[in-house]
């Protein structure tokens, strides 16, 4: 209450309020001088000491008298023994130059605005709306007066903290580790007050190398007049303050005694010094949420637009002022910063675990606001990690520890985060390289890194480029200029891409020399394996499409796909598939007239959604399926469904041409000839493949389920190295399908998966040699299949055949689709959840082929497993719609309405007392078939098919 009646009538408050309270202190101190002595001072003492300060800070101008009672009480208050008192006499300190150099405003009460008329309450008044235009808002701006009297009173308070901290550094002066304490808590606190009048751009800005810009100069936001700079001894005091700082740092440091506090209490004041100018940021941030919250509790949300309290105008212009002092910061690395950086990141890798984490928070602070300064300082901190091999292991462990928390960062100052090829060539290398003991905090650390890049690494551009449309523009500016701008800005264009494609260039040779240095330290038959973990796991990341990988690079991923460890088999696996899609070659597009009939006549546009006669040509028609060498190889094969339903592209459809137009994988890329050989060598090795399907099929319980990451490496081998690599894999899948073991049978889903996804682009002879080996092995493993294998063949089912266009897959579908009729009932009911798989994506080209399902499932009603009948019927009626536009005039499918009316008189036998039970149980277990079918599937189209719901109540 006191605080805000002197903020509100300064004038008033003054002497009913200070005038008293600084009375009272006074007395204090009187009656009692032994209070100084104290370690332990009373609470009325340090109640008044705190309420004076609180005071002070916002009564302005009308401090000015008190000045010289307030310098009596800091005079004998800023070192005295009680620690608590102490600390309230610093705030006091800063309290009473901060109410004089801040700008702030002034004018809360306005006795024009608050008129009491007659018999009205005072409340009325303060609670009256206004709107923002009728606010008139004063500032206190400090003239050169106040500023000389506060640079006074600075240098007054300031000079025997600074003189004794100066011998102390020196060695002249033996002080206590409290003493310190007092004398950094007295600089920290003058320093905040006056940081707003100390600059700081006081040096130029050190040049960054690889940097094609400059920040500039940083005002500070003014009102009304330029602000005078404070200076100390004549010069900056931020320049000052630092070098002593470092000094007493370094006898810290360099002493004996664990002095960890005072260490912590300079990390205060180097932050201060770094950074502050003005308010902080947390007290910025905290006024800003304050006042949100009153202002969401007072606003007038029925009345009109801004319309508000007069109060709340105020604050907001407070705190716009205060934000735009505090987040228009300077930018720019200086030498005095860049000193200040390096010796935080010393106290950062000090053997004191609590100064450790004090340094990495501040380091992370000052680091956050100075743009670019991370890479000023990485050498640092690159230096501490590698010299930390030569300490004893706990301070070995303590600098390694600091280290990797500077480069672990926060949030997103992460080193290993970095768009910046230069700082990650020297970070992901140096963090591999790193020496430590088996302390387990050291470990998790490396685990905390290895986390950060598996959840937040993004891949950084390695090259840039120049855009064509924006060339374009470029070119008609250029047309518009007279013949000198003209000139210049021609000259400014081809410099700017010279200097793109330097950094282009530098880019690759950064990126090659990192992967290289990796490979050659995972290699080294002496890394721990902690170090070889993480070290694979950031190679896993620097595998990339726009550059190929060196040859180094693929060699050591290929040989790591038989380590023992599983976590490095895992990532070489996902390594090897970003490989493979680096190598993969270009496949030759074309652009066809989509819109014909079967015989290739144009056609109109389509006015209607389904199955028509423009876009039958790419429906499944068996007699359609390519049965020769010459018709295979020229078939248009359209995996995607979207094309031709609703309608064409205006502009055509485009699509890959067909085989007989595409180059061959070993022909396709010259530049890949090296690392094609590295693999294939490999591939075509027997012991090697032995000891990798070994692995591929051992069981594992944390991949107990059919594998995708295994399916996408063997597709992309299968798809560049063709039949190759083929013999050595049936090899082993003929073994495994005759086996009932559930990783044998995973194994064997997987490779035969891969086989026929990556053989979609294969030649005729190849796609028929594969289809002779593949279709036995296929039924034999669905011969052999078992409850726990079940979902593995239905995944194969899924990603191989049930994929893309089926006139390609349309014999191994023909294979999966023969059920026995001396199957078991768990085989045939496997065998149809195969074929379900098949036809889980929702394709409307397979009409016939949905037919044919229909015939297969009618024959098997009667089955007591009912389940995948019941899912496949749904897939024969999924097309069986009814919307306003749906094409007439060509059967779309099976329809839901025939079935059940054909089979609705057979239930209706049921009801009669006659029937065999034999013939009862058949007929019990159509019924339920035809149940489930509608209550799981067919139900859900109620809304487009209202005539089937019909069907099935009559």
Known sequence: MCVLATRVRPDLAKPLLFHRLLKLLELSLDERPGIIEMSNADDEFLWRLKIVGDVAAVTGRHILEFI????????????????????????????????????????????????????ASPLEQWGKLVYPADVKVEWHVPDDEIISLCSAFFEEFIADPLEALDQYAKGTLAIDDKKVQKHLHIIEALFTAISSHCGFDFEEAIPLEGADFAYPKADLPIIAREQREILLQGQPVRTVLAE???????????????????????????????????????????????LSLVKKELDNRLGPKKHRFRLLFIEKARLQHEVRTVFQKASRVTKNRLNILRYVVRLAVSRYKEVRSVAQTCFSSIVAMLQLSYRYIL???????????DKPDSDNDAQLKGCLFLLLGGKNLAYLLKHDWDTLRKVFPAVVRAQHSDNPTVSHVFD????????????????????????????????????????????????????????NARNRALYVDMVNELVTLLSTPQIRLKNFVIGHVFLSYFIRNDILPPLSVVAFTVERLLDSNDKTRRSSILMMTSILRSIKPTRKRIRINPCHDLIGTPLPAPTTVGMRED?????????????????????????????????????GLEVHAPISQQVAPENARPDTVDL??????????????????????????????????????????????????????????????????????????????????????????????????????????????????????????????????????????????????????????????????AFECSDWRRRDLHYKVLELIESRL?????????????????????????????????????????????????????????????????????????????????????????????
């Open 68 to 119: 010289p009672r307030l310098k009596s009480v800091l005079t004998r208050t800023l070192l005295m023994q009680c620690p608590v008192g102490h600390r309230l006499a610093a705030v006091l300190s800063r309290s009473i130059i901060t109410t004089l150099l801040r700008t702030y405003p002034i004018n809360y009460y306005d006795p024009q605005f608050y008129v009491l008329p007659t018999g």
């Open 244 to 290: 002593l700082l470092h000094r007493v740092a370094d006898r810290i440091v360099n002493g004996l005694q664990d002095e960890t506090k005072s260490l912590k209490s300079v990390l205060v004041v180097y932050k201060a010094v770094a950074m502050l100018r003005g308010p902080s940021a947390e007290d910025v941030v905290g006024h800003a949420q304050a």
């Open 379 to 389: 050498d640092d901190i690159l230096a501490y990690l590698a010299a930390s091999k």
């Open 448 to 503: 905390a890194l290895s986390d950060t890049i598996e959840t937040k690494f993004v891949t950084t551009g390695l090259t840039a480029t120049s855009s064509v449309p924006a060339n374009k523009v470029a070119g008609a500016i250029l047309g518009t200029m007279d013949l000198e701008l003209e000139v210049i800005f021609e000259h400014a264009l081809t410099f700017g891409m010279k200097k793109m494609e330097e950094r």
């Open 615 to 651: 876009n039958l040509w790419i429906c499944f028609n068996e007699s359609t399926v390519p049965a020769t060498e010459e018709a295979y190889d020229n078939t248009v094969f359209i995996d995607k469904m979207w094309p031709g339903y609703y309608g064409w592209p205006k502009d």
């Open 676 to 837: 094609e050989t590295a693999i294939l060598s490999r591939f075509t090795n027997e012991p090697f493949m032995d000891a990798l399907m070994k692995f591929w099929s051992a069981e594992d319980f944390a991949h107990e389920a059919f594998d995708s990451e295994n399916f996408l490496v063997l597709r992309g081998l299968f798809r560049h190295f063709r039949d190759k690599i083929v013999p050595l894999f049936l090899k082993h899948t003929r073994v495994w399908v005759k086996s009932r073991e559930e990783h044998h049978q995973r194994a064997a889903a997987e490779v035969l998966t891969a086989l026929i996804r990556g053989s979609k682009r294969w030649p005729f002879k190849m796609v028929i040699a594969l289809r002779q080996e593949i279709i036995p092995i296929i039924q034999t493993a669905l011969n052999n299949i078992t409850g726990e294998t079940q979902g593995d063949w239905v995944a194969f089912a899924t990603n191989s055949i049930g994929d893309g266009d089926m006139r390609r897959s349309f014999p191994l579908l023909n294979s999966v689709m023969s059920v026995s009729p001396n199957d078991t009932g768990f085989q045939t009911t496997s065998k149809l959840a195969v074929i379900h798989g």
């Open 862 to 954: 009667t089955d007591s497993y009912r389940d995948h009948s019941a899912y496949l019927l749904s897939v024969c009626f999924r097309h069986d719609l009814n919307i306003p536009n749906m094409e007439t005039r060509v059967d779309q499918g099976p329809k839901a309405t025939d079935f059940f009316l054909k089979y609705y008189s057979r239930c209706l036998t049921l009801m009669q007392q006659d029937g065999t039970r034999l013939t009862t149980l058949g007929l019990l277990n159509l019924f339920k078939t035809v149940v489930k079918t509608i209550v799981t599937h067919v139900s859900s189209l109620a809304c487009l098919r209202p005539d089937v719901l019909v069907s099935q109540t009559c």
